[in-house]
């Protein structure tokens, strides 16, 4: 038996945080959470696990993360400027800081293969539990075509572990589903827009796949039991991805544009990840395109996840970290907050503004377990009896800060 103590128990319920609290765990089970916890009625043979000046909650989940991604730049993205083993060695520190951080569990929404998840659950890296989409499915132009600005494609660069992800017309979709899951995709990632970040003359309104390919690539996926995760900023794009049925829109920026979105996202419980904190970066990024996307869409990115917090729809966090290094992923929580979420611990009190399911941490920020249901995941980290013991005693502050000004291109 485990015994862990909390200065701070949040159970994840919406309760109150609870003081002087002990979790007993048998079997990687919870059995017990009590307050009234005198040693002498503890197993002689428990092992203690003393977190009495620590806040004890369920792992956090990010839903929407690159792990293996270290910068923007287009030497970092093609893999050109270090040996591949040192980026997968960096790429493992990565994991093992967002574990120490409370997160125990990542989506990773491109550019991680499926070998870092054999390696943590073989134990040989340390790192939370992977939902995996390895590459992002888009047609010849969009954000998935990995061309250069001055056009050259790096097609020396094929990688079996994340197969090639641009595709076009009904056949294609379906082979590459097909293809993703094969290679260990867990959840299937596509692109309707482009996006901040994306190559001049490809921007958050401009569409990419047709409504046919993309009900054929939601359809293939499902029929497969993958849900798809779709990168979806604005413009007509935006709408033809919630029409086809995907699981989630990623970013959304542009959801207030067209009135009828968001109703329709809170009817068919399509899952809204807005990502803020990348577009934190891009609105300070050197590449003047990116800066000014980012900067014009900040509005209508604030007033679509208000809207959609009035609305019902499931709003859940995602950092799209890696691009711009890979900074604390709490940090998306305080931007949710800021954006309309109560800070308060998770439940349903609030009516207006929808509570997020996380705690005041000993900062005395608010964070966050969003997403348990919209990340792709096949089980649940909620804290409970007697779920499994998936809990988090955060002990580093930021998985790693780094500096965010890199060029932004492509
Ligand atoms: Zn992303």
């Given at each position: 038996?485990?015994?862990?103590?909390?200065?701070?128990?949040i159970d994840g319920t919406g309760a109150?945080?609870?003081?002087?609290?002990?979790?007993?765990?048998?079997?990687?089970?919870?059995?017990?959470?009590?307050?009234?916890?005198?040693?002498?009625?503890?197993?002689?043979?428990?092992?203690?696990?003393?977190?009495?000046?620590?806040?004890?909650l369920p792992?956090?989940?990010?839903?929407?993360?690159?792990?293996?991604?270290?910068?923007?730049?287009?030497?970092?993205?093609?893999?050109?400027?270090?040996?591949?083993?040192?980026?997968?060695?960096?790429?493992?520190?990565?994991?093992?800081?967002?574990?120490?951080?409370?997160?125990?569990?990542?989506?990773?929404?491109?550019?991680?293969?499926?070998?870092?998840?054999?390696?943590?659950?073989?134990?040989?890296?340390?790192?939370?539990?992977?939902?995996?989409?390895?590459?992002?499915?888009?047609?010849?132009?969009?954000?998935?075509?990995?061309?250069?600005?001055?056009?050259?494609?790096?097609?020396?660069?094929?990688?079996?572990?994340?197969?090639?992800?641009?595709?076009?017309?009904?056949?294609?979709?379906?082979?590459?589903?097909?293809?993703?899951?094969?290679?260990?995709?867990?959840?299937?990632?596509?692109?309707?827009?482009?996006?901040?970040?994306?190559?001049?003359?490809?921007?958050?309104?401009?569409?990419?796949?047709?409504?046919?390919?993309?009900?054929?690539?939601?359809?293939?996926?499902?029929?497969?039991?993958?849900?798809?995760?779709?990168?979806?900023?604005?413009?007509?794009?935006?709408?033809?991805?919630?029409?086809?049925?995907?699981?989630?829109?990623?970013?959304?920026?542009?959801?207030?544009?067209?009135?009828?979105?968001?109703?329709?996202?809170?009817?068919?419980?399509?899952?809204?990840?807005?990502?803020?904190?990348?577009?934190?970066?891009?609105?300070?990024?050197?590449?003047?395109?990116?800066?000014?996307?980012?900067?014009?869409?900040?509005?209508?990115?604030?007033?679509?996840?208000?809207?959609?917090?009035?609305?019902?729809?499931?709003?859940?966090?995602?950092?799209?970290?890696?691009?711009?290094?890979?900074?604390?992923?709490?940090?998306?929580?305080?931007?949710?907050?800021?954006?309309?979420m109560t800070p308060q611990v998770g439940g349903s009190r609030s009516?207006?503004?929808r509570p997020v399911t996380g705690h005041?941490?000993?900062?005395?920020?608010?964070?966050h377990q969003a997403?348990d249901?919209?990340?792709?995941?096949?089980?649940?980290?909620r804290l409970?009896?007697?779920?499994?013991?998936?809990?988090?005693?955060?002990?580093?502050?930021?998985?790693?800060?780094?500096?965010?000004?890199?060029?932004?291109?492509?």
């Amino acid at each position: 038996m485990k015994i862990v103590r909390a200065g701070s128990l949040i159970d994840g319920t919406g309760a109150p945080p609870v003081r002087d609290a002990a979790v007993l765990i048998r079997d990687g089970r919870i059995e017990a959470v009590t307050t009234a916890s005198p040693r002498a009625s503890w197993p002689a043979d428990a092992e203690v696990i003393d977190g009495s000046r620590l806040t004890l909650l369920p792992g956090l989940i990010d839903c929407h993360d690159h792990l293996a991604f270290h910068g923007y730049e287009l030497v970092r993205r093609w893999g050109l400027d270090e040996p591949q083993s040192t980026r997968h060695l960096r790429t493992a520190q990565v994991a093992s800081q967002i574990l120490a951080s409370g997160y125990t569990a990542v989506r990773d929404a491109g550019g991680l293969d499926a070998g870092f998840r054999l390696a943590i659950q073989e134990g040989l890296i340390t790192g939370p539990r992977l939902v995996l989409a390895l590459a992002i499915i888009s047609p010849t132009g969009g954000i998935g075509d990995r061309i250069s600005p001055s056009g050259h494609v790096s097609s020396f660069l094929h990688d079996p572990s994340l197969p090639p992800s641009v595709t076009n017309g009904l056949e294609g979709v379906r082979t590459t589903v097909r293809t993703m899951v094969r290679a260990g995709a867990d959840v299937i990632k596509c692109a309707t827009t482009g996006g901040a970040s994306s190559r001049a003359g490809h921007g958050p309104k401009d569409s990419a796949f047709s409504l046919d390919e993309m009900k054929a690539l939601v359809e293939e996926a499902h029929a497969l039991g993958r849900r798809v995760m779709c990168h979806a900023v604005g413009g007509p794009g935006l709408r033809l991805a919630i029409e086809a049925g995907v699981d989630s829109v990623e970013h959304g920026c542009y959801l207030d544009d067209d009135r009828e979105l968001i109703p329709m996202m809170a009817e068919r419980g399509t899952f809204f990840v807005p990502t803020l904190t990348v577009y934190e970066y891009h609105r300070e990024s050197p590449a003047p395109h990116v800066r000014e996307r980012a900067r014009a869409l900040r509005s209508h990115h604030l007033e679509s996840v208000g809207r959609a917090l009035a609305a019902g729809v499931k709003v859940v966090a995602g950092t799209d970290a890696g691009g711009h290094g890979h900074p604390n992923n709490a940090l998306e929580l305080e931007h949710l907050v800021a954006a309309g979420m109560t800070p308060q611990v998770g439940g349903s009190r609030s009516r207006r503004r929808r509570p997020v399911t996380g705690h005041p941490r000993a900062s005395g920020r608010a964070t966050h377990q969003a997403g348990d249901q919209g990340w792709g995941g096949r089980d649940r980290t909620r804290l409970g009896l007697p779920l499994r013991a998936v809990l988090s005693l955060p002990t580093v502050r930021a998985a790693r800060d780094t500096p965010h000004r890199r060029s932004a291109q492509g």
